[in-house]
């Protein structure tokens, strides 16, 4: 299990690329190259959605003196023949021809710098090559800071066991005094009449049960099981999480709804809070 928290870096022959991640719903990825290296910005691309699911991934490609980065400056001859067949003309004048190289150079559009344009195929290569290095050191950063959520979140499942625990010793008893209240109340409402106790018995036991919370507490150990399962999977089951995190809040909601007594709320107040923790560390994973 990964965290959609993360770093990489690697380099060689000049070439660094670096990588970071934070949190996000879906998969974002943003390059950030020179603007004559444009053409990587695809590719790498492509290498991260390979090695991510989820999160907010930027690329950054940063180029140090390659070989394609060399400038060649070229002599132009034709104008510099026209300046030189000027200068002949003005001795015709009586000008003296003084021109040396030192000033020939300095001479407008005589000499031309132009950039060597990197080989596209050539840098691909090694630019994929470094990023591979650098995604392989960002998900071991993932995957070390996966195994800390991991152990968090197992550990809010105890704390969560404990206290449905603790709720369901406690059922029993709220049920069996809603019940006795229940029965007090309506043989007070129908004092002085005819009644059949053994119905009103009957009707109380059935109301009685409905707040009984063993379903929910059934149905909030499943989905615990089912989140330890999912903490030993690969791969990105972090929206699963989330959305198994929500069953945990409905039960924990059903529950508090059927709790009359101001222990058993206590421990429903705790079992929201360790399940709104749980909702947090899952936002983190991929």
């Known amino acids: 299990m990964n965290s959609m928290t993360g770093y990489g870096r690697a380099s060689k022959d000049a070439l660094t690329i670096d990588l970071r991640a934070v949190n996000h719903r879906y998969l974002d990825i943003s390059v950030r190259t020179p603007r004559s290296y444009s053409f990587l910005e695809e590719p790498l691309k492509a290498l991260a959605a390979s090695c991510a699911g989820r999160g907010k ?21 034709p104008v510099l023949e026209s300046y030189l067949s000027a200068a002949v003309t003005l001795s015709d004048y009586g000008i003296a021809n003084d021109i040396k190289a030192s000033s020939a150079l300095r001479f407008p559009d005589v000499m031309a710098a132009a950039k060597q344009e990197p080989e596209t195929e050539a840098v691909t290569a090694l630019a994929l090559s470094v990023a591979e290095e650098a995604f392989a050191d960002f998900n071991r950063t993932r995957a070390g800071e996966g195994e800390r959520l991991a152990g968090d979140i197992g550990a809010k499942l105890t704390e969560i066991e404990r206290l449905a625990a603790l709720i369901e010793t406690r059922m029993p008893e709220n049920v069996a005094a809603y019940r006795e209240r229940l029965r007090v109340k309506i043989t007070e409402i129908l004092e002085g009449r005819s009644f059949d106790e053994a119905r009103i018995l009957t009707e109380a036991a059935v109301y009685a049960d409905r707040i009984c ?18 903490l030993k999977q690969s791969g990105a089951v972090g929206r699963k999480m989330d959305f198994l995190v929500q069953e945990f809040m409905r039960e924990a909601n059903t529950i508090g709804s ?5 222990e058993t709320v206590s421990f429903v107040i705790d ?3 360790e399940i709104e923790k749980i909702r947090e560390q899952v936002q983190n994973i991929e």
Do not use: P, Q
């Open 258 to 262: 059927k709790c009359n007594d101001t």
């Open 271 to 273: 079992l929201k809070s």
């Open 57 to 77: 991934i930027e690329i950054g490609v940063t180029v140090d003196n390659l070989a394609a980065d060399t400038v060649s400056i070229t002599l132009n001859r």
């Open 213 to 230: 919370a063993d379903e929910e507490l059934v149905r909030l150990r499943s989905h615990i099981a089912a989140l330890r399962g999912m």
